[in-house]
């Protein structure tokens, strides 16, 4: 059953950075997307960024593009989220999550979607 | 991009209703949808994928239907413990846009 552990949350200034880290186990990390999703205090779900496998083709959201930087290192079996650039805007709890993989008989391909391990979270909080 | 709409924001129902939450996209998607359920305080779960697959371990009063556009998630009798928000989220393409959510408690 795969674990992941997510740390690096802080108070930080608008305008400073920080590095998120989540750490897996349980599974074969370098075989798997993974993701970053926040969720700002009192509302809902937000996806941030995907990385691919093997770290070749990364995705984010419109707001955080330029701004934050998904990384993996399969080596340690450990996924990063740097984020340059903070804002009020930026204050969530930040999950890491691992995308899951199924083959899609209708299609008949293999289909990378939806988020089936998430770890606990780690808190933001961009305020001066 | 994509937008997600869910529908209605909230709801109230008494146990053992049959309830049906509605995600609709702005363009179609296929069957390239996901639920997810999240109770106060806790990380989100994974419902089904696929817009139907029930992920293992889920409880079979859950399940999903839709393709296209539109998509239901259905709780067939609503337990005391399926209180929780539940999001839809779209993953045919980047961005990986979920719904703004909808909450459901016990009348």
């Known amino acids: 059953e795969g674990q992941l552990v997510e740390s690096g949350g802080d108070l930080v200034q608008p305008g400073g950075s920080l590095r998120l880290s989540c750490a897996t186990s349980?599974?074969?990390?370098?075989?798997?997307?993974m993701s970053w999703v926040r969720q700002a205090p009192g509302k809902g779900l937000e996806w941030v960024a995907n990385?691919?496998?093997?770290?070749?083709?990364?995705y984010y959201v419109d707001s955080v593009k330029g701004r934050f930087t998904i990384s993996r290192d399969n080596a340690e079996n450990s996924l990063y989220l740097q984020m340059n650039s903070l804002g009020a805007e930026d204050t969530a709890v930040y999950y890491c999550?691992?995308?899951?993989?199924?083959?899609?008989?209708?299609?008949?391909?293999?289909?990378?979607?939806?988020?089936?391990?998430w770890g606990q979270g780690t808190l933001v909080t961009v305020s001066s | 991009d994509i937008q997600m709409t869910q529908s209605p924001s909230s709801l109230s129902a008494s146990v053992g209703d049959r309830v049906t939450l509605t995600c609709r996209a702005s363009?179609?998607?296929?069957?390239?949808l996901a639920w997810y359920q999240q109770k106060p305080g806790k990380v989100p779960k994974l419902l089904i994928y696929?817009?139907?697959t029930l992920q293992s371990g889920v409880p079979s009063r859950f399940s999903g239907s839709g393709s296209g556009t539109d998509f239901t998630l259905t709780i067939s009798s609503l337990q005391p413990e399926d209180v929780a928000s539940y999001y839809c989220?779209?993953?045919?393409?980047?961005?990986?846009?979920f719904g703004q959510g909808t909450k459901v408690e016990i009348k």
């Open positions: 696929a817009a139907s």
């Open positions: 363009q179609g998607i296929s069957n390239y």
């Open positions: 999550a691992r995308v899951t993989y199924y083959y899609d008989s209708s299609a008949s391909y293999g289909v990378w979607g939806a988020f089936d391990y």
């Open positions: 989220q779209k993953y045919n393409s980047a961005p990986w846009t």
């Open positions: 349980g599974f074969t990390f370098s075989s798997y997307w």
């Open positions: 990385i691919k496998e093997d770290g070749s083709e990364k």
